[in-house]
């Protein structure tokens, strides 16, 4: 282990802390109510192993095969795996496995494979749901005029417990589009509580990445996933 490496992610965590924390001080919001999910898609298994050393103990993953790879790599580490990409069907069984959380629900197929797969796993599984508040076809998730039927839905899935919503905003320069994806899901949020059912939370509200997450802030985020904030550029293709 490189205690450079270590030190290193150290000082980029509390630079991020300090930003999310300047973020919520313009919005009067509090600093605790926004969980940092360190993003590690890419970054080696020995890099995770610094980041644990550096006070790390959660990663986010896009990729379930990658995800269950780390895991298995770093059984000996006491960490969590969140999901935030795309899940086929028939890789839920990693998911039912591995992960403490799954932030990118978007159908009901896979909703009953991931109630499957928990049930002989016997553990249930946070999940938040995806919606395309962009309006891109390049991304997945829910229309937001489809959420609030989706929702009633989710309570046949006893293993499946519900937070929140998960959104991607569009990828520009300019703020005022970026911004108005994350308002959208805040206020999508606020609809949706007078109809959810009993045993559907939505607490949470995960949105932000590297790039936008202090806008997200101050919109509401209380979840914001941070790749290379943390850990520096991406591999155009890296060892897991």
Same mark, same amino acid.
């Given at each position: 282990?490189? *205690? ?5 992610i150290r000082r980029s965590f509390d630079d991020v802390r300090r930003r999310i924390a300047e973020a919520c001080a313009r919005v009067g919001r509090a600093p605790g109510e926004v969980r940092l999910l360190p993003v590690s898609k890419t970054v080696a298994t020995e890099r995770l192993r610094e980041a644990f050393a550096a006070g790390l103990t959660e990663f986010g993953e896009n990729k379930i095969q990658e995800a269950h790879t780390k895991a298995e790599q770093? @059984?000996?580490? !006491?960490? *969590?795996? *969140? +999901? +935030? ?9 990693? &998911? ?10 978007? *159908?009901?197929?896979?909703?009953? &494979? ?5 049930? +002989? ?22 229309? !937001? ?9 989710? !309570? ?44 559907? &939370? ?13 806008? @997200?802030?101050?919109?509401? &985020? ?6 290379? @904030? ?8 890296? !060892?897991?």
């Open positions: 282990m490189n *205690s450079t490496n270590t030190f290193l770093l @059984a000996d580490l !006491p960490l *969590s795996w *969140s +999901i +935030i990409g795309h899940l086929q069907t028939n890789k839920a069984k990693y &998911a039912a496995r591995i992960a403490r959380e799954f932030q990118a629900l978007d *159908s009901l197929r896979l909703a009953a &494979a991931l109630e499957r797969r928990l049930q +002989i796993e016997g553990r249930g599984l946070d999940v938040l749901v995806q919606v395309n508040t962009s309006g891109e076809a390049s991304k997945f998730g829910l229309a !937001p005029d489809s959420v609030a039927a989706f929702m009633r839905e989710l !309570p046949a899935f006893s293993a499946l417990r519900v937070r929140g919503l998960m959104t991607l905003a569009v990828f520009e320069p300019g703020t005022l589009r970026v911004r108005a994806c994350f308002s959208a899901l805040r206020i999508l949020r606020d609809q949706l509580r007078d109809t959810a059912p009993p045993t559907v &939370a939505l607490d949470e509200l995960s949105m932000g990445m590297s790039g936008d997450f202090e806008i @997200a802030i101050e919109e509401g &985020a209380t979840v914001v996933r941070l790749g290379q @904030a943390l850990f520096g550029p991406r591999p155009l293709s890296g !060892p897991v």
